[in-house]
């Protein structure tokens, strides 16, 4: 079950007078480009055009492939039950505790309902109850494949505009139309993870995905609620209001607000993105047409300490590139630096240089190591691991994978650092690389310093990347 929570306000009225064409005229704010007025009926159009085949984000997609990769039998047991988030007796139960909000009776919400069911394509039966739970203003929609039940608490009716009420109908049956496409596979993907979510032996990587993906969720529904009313102004006033409690709001204002709360750090959010970013999102996405704003919320940085599915795998190859790049330079001839490659890639393996050229490599990497002593400072470039920066956490720990690498042989070690190093340089952490080396060894990996007495081996790193 998803939810659009929080107190709701009054209607908001704006006047706007005709311009010179006998239209509607508009206040443009220049900050934000967001133009505060009604939709005229050439942009409602190109609107609902747009957003009548919404689709999942990327990021569902991802997921759900993903999903039903690794997790086969999970896939299919929650597939079997698909389409029946609630049992048979949901209304019988509703009947007893909240009032049906019949269209017959109540023409504003059948209006709003049907404008929003038919700008998403979603053509089940919709049912609306108002609870009698009068704590706090609070829509959900109750899944089922063969129809759509949503609740109302508190006075939404009451304090929301005509359009904002089919904002409000356009992101709950948002939620309909993303877990039914596709035969219900994302509704499989919901379910499946709300359950790992709930399971205390769940790795990280699926709790952080199942993080993300409720944050994704959110903003398909909110581009749901900009489909059904057709009004940007509307469907932000709607997000503010129903966080807020304000009587009066101003959306321009609050997009303008979103940068100054730093979009692009990502979404801190557990089940909605904050509501501010929500805004900006939507905004975002309305003036640019791409899936740019959400990406940034959800991944903002490649971070070691908050890896989804699709980062581990990232993360992963990106390891294995290092490794297999250091090995390409020769140092797989020593048994002790591949038996450590393999302690994280069982399989891996590395062309075996002829001998004239592994003295040809020598000679290579004392002129590398002269280079390296004469050679200024120089500022690391940033990573890029499948087109996202990585956070400092996972440049250490590429750095102390290449750190150990280079000295789990002391046989070698003194070449192979300087091999190292100028690896680390090609692959952008350089100056993280030679901290760690003189943090570890006392020393740079040029040759400049002192060799810590006593010290032989890794850098204290396992295979799995963890300090020991």
């Given amino acids: 079950m998803r939810s659009t929570g929080g107190g709701m306000a009054e209607e908001r009225h704006v006047d706007f007078g005709p311009d010179s064409a006998g239209g509607q005229r508009g206040v443009e704010d220049h900050e934000t480009g967001l133009v505060v007025r009604p939709p005229g009926p050439s942009e409602l159009a190109a609107t609902v055009r747009r957003v009548t085949g919404l689709q999942p984000l990327a990021y569902h997609v991802d997921v759900t492939e993903r999903l039903a990769r690794l997790e086969p039998e999970g896939w299919r047991a929650f597939g079997e039950t698909a389409g029946r988030s609630y049992p048979d007796g949901l209304h019988a139960d509703l009947v007893r505790a909240a009032y049906r909000l019949d269209p017959g009776s109540h023409p504003r919400v059948g209006a709003a309902v049907a404008q929003a069911g038919a700008a998403l394509g979603v053509e089940v039966p919709v049912t609306v109850y108002q609870l009698e739970d009068r704590a706090g203003a609070n829509a959900a929609l109750l899944y089922r494949r063969s129809e759509a039940v949503v609740t109302l608490s508190g006075d939404l009716l009451d304090r929301l505009t005509d359009p904002e009420l089919t904002a409000l109908f356009g992101h709950e049956l948002a939620h309909h139309r993303l877990w039914s496409l596709d035969g219900g596979r994302y509704g499989i993907a919901d379910r499946m993870l709300d359950a790992l979510a709930l399971d205390a032996s769940t790795p990280e990587a699926f709790l952080e995905t199942a993080r993300r993906w409720n944050l994704a969720t959110e903003l398909f529904a909110d581009r749901g609620a900009l489909a059904a009313c057709g009004d940007l102004e509307a469907a932000i006033s709607c997000l503010v209001k ?66 989804d599915l699709t980062d581990r795998e990232v993360l992963e190859q990106a ?40 003295g040809a490599g020598i000679h290579a990497l004392a002129t590398i190591q002269s280079e390296a002593i004469a050679r200024p400072e120089e500022p690391a470039t940033p990573i890029a691991l499948a087109g996202v920066t990585p956070s400092e956490t996972v440049a250490r720990y590429l750095g102390y994978v290449l750190l150990d690498l280079a000295t789990v042989d002391p046989d070698v070690q003194e070449l192979a650092l300087v091999s190292a190093s100028e690896l680390a340089r090609q692959r952008g952490f350089a100056g993280i690389f030679d901290d760690l080396a003189t943090t570890e060894l006392n020393r740079r990996p040029n040759g400049n310093g002192r060799r810590r007495v006593g010290r032989s081996g890794g850098a204290g790193m396992t295979a799995g990347g963890r300090r020991r």
């Fill in 242 to 307: 129903a966080a807020t409690g304000l009587r009066e709001v101003d959306p321009a204002g609050y997009v303008r607000q979103a940068e100054a709360a730093d979009p692009a750090s990502g979404s801190r959010g557990q089940t909605h993105p904050e509501t501010v970013l929500r805004a900006w999102a939507l905004h975002r996405w309305q003036a640019t047409g791409t899936d740019d704003a959400v990406t940034t919320l959800l991944r903002p940085a490649l971070d070691l300490d908050r890896l």
């Fill in 319 to 358: 390891t294995r590139d290092l490794i297999e790049g250091f090995l390409a330079q020769g140092w797989a001839d020593s048994e002790q630096v591949l038996a450590h490659a393999r302690s994280f890639f069982p399989g891996i393996a590395a062309p075996r240089p002829a001998p004239t050229e592994i």
